[in-house]
């Protein structure tokens, strides 16, 4: 079973809109309980009034401003919806590791597996920049590399490395395979794709 992705908190812009939400609220029933001690209502809120009686939903004003809110509430909703921390690369847990190793082992206990079953999956993840450097130290190590750059995104490594000695293919085929395990050992649960490239350094 893959574990959930790690979700943003949101703290601050949850704040924001809380307070927002409290403030507007706050302030119509203020209004709307002078209006009920028989004072005049405030003036933003006759103007309001007035406004809605004026301006129809035909007026071309009016649509135009609802066609921007109704996108302003998808997008929202859509944030909402979005684990949000992009950064973070997911890893494989323990026990993925061990169900790939093996499928199970019938000599186990029911207990244990009562037990295993109960437990919460294990979450880990790695910085997208800390990845990046794991695989930038790696390909360091192939002989004829005198400098790499790894950017590293979700479904794709892109990988840039200068030589200053060895055929350029031989350089290339052993980046390949160095990266390759690299990103294995990384242990990540969609593990991305490697693209090289590796050119001759300019003198």
């Known amino acids: 079973m893959t574990p959930p992705r790690f979700r943003s908190a949101r703290r601050i812009p949850a704040a924001l809109v809380a307070l927002l939400v ?13 209006v009920r001690a028989d004072r005049p209502a405030m003036a933003w809120r006759r103007e309001l009034a007035h406004r809605l009686e004026v301006h129809t939903p035909a007026d071309l004003g009016v649509q135009l401003a609802g066609g921007v809110l109704v996108l302003a509430g998808v ?28 499928d199970g082992d019938a000599g186990r206990d029911g207990d244990q597996d009562a037990a295993g079953a109960a437990r919460p999956p294990l979450r880990a993840g790695i910085g997208r920049k800390d990845a990046a450097q794991v695989l930038r130290d790696r390909a360091m190590e192939v002989p004829g590399v005198r400098s790499a750059r790894v950017r590293m995104g979700r479904s794709r490594v892109r990988v840039r490395a200068t030589s200053h000695f060895r055929e350029l293919d031989e350089v290339r085929a052993d980046l390949d395979a160095v990266i390759a395990v690299g990103i294995e050992e990384l242990g990540l649960v969609h593990p991305p794709r490697p693209r090289l490239r590796v050119r001759r350094r300019a003198d």
């Not at 409290?22 to 002078?34: I, K, M, P, R």
């Not at 909402?80 to 847990?93: K, V, W």
């Open 22 to 34: 409290l403030g507007v609220a706050g302030l119509f029933l203020y209004d709307l309980a002078a």
């Open 75 to 102: 997008v929202l909703l859509l944030l909402a919806f979005t684990p949000g921390i992009r950064r973070i690369l997911m890893m494989r847990s323990p026990d993925q590791d061990a169900d790939q190793d093996a």
